[in-house]
């Protein structure tokens, strides 16, 4: 079963760049029809996905982050990572990595989630 | 992008009770709709896909039906594991984008 797990910075000033990887176990991101996404909840707020990342390296990303958004993967750590550029509090959020498939299209399994807060 | 509006946003019911929750798209979908489970400080779990296909592992007592912009999601009798937030999907077109919520909780 694929456990995926976030970790990355808590705090991140205003202006300044949010990083976090996500760590995939018990499947590769580099195999299967899978779509490795990031999706972010605001505190107390609905689901938004961010983009992601097919196993070729194709990536899609939402419109609405004005292309400040990067999604890579690491295929010899079997890492996922984000990069979110110019933050602001707007920003603050939990952020989840997820798995989507090809077949249903739903995001099947998900990481625990981390919380990152844009403040100086 | 495809707007997705639920309703209720929340819902009180009782262990036992039949509840269903409503989701409406923007435009048209297909049967390409997902729903999920939230408890507090939790990701989201799937519980249907593909509009009405059961997720393999979520009890038989959730039921998911629809089809273009019309989608309910049933749980036919509440067990109190039940009481959390759900969401929808539309994985029709990119972004995906999800319902705003409906949280049930106990009456």
Known sequence: QVQLQESGPGLVKPSETLSLTCTVS??????????????????????????????????????????????????????????????????????????????????????????????? | DIQMTQSPSSVSASVGDRVTITCRASQDVGSWLAWYQQKPGKAPKVLIYAASSLQSGVSSRFSGSGSGTDFTLTISSLQPEDFASYYCQQASSFPPTFGQGTKLDIK
């Open chain 1, 26 to 120: 018990g499947g590769s991101v580099s195999s299967g029809s899978y779509y490795w996404s990031w999706i972010r909840q605001p505190p107390g707020k609905g689901l938004e996905c961010i983009g992601y990342i097919y196993n070729t390296g194709s990536t899609n990303y939402n419109p609405s982050l004005k292309g400040r958004v990067t999604i890579s993967v690491d295929t010899s750590k079997n890492q996922l990572s984000l990069k979110l550029s110019s933050v602001t509090a707007a920003d603050t959020a939990v952020y989840f990595c997820a798995r989507r498939g090809s077949g249903g299209r739903s995001f099947d399994s998900w990481g625990q989630g981390t919380l990152v807060t844009v403040s100086s």
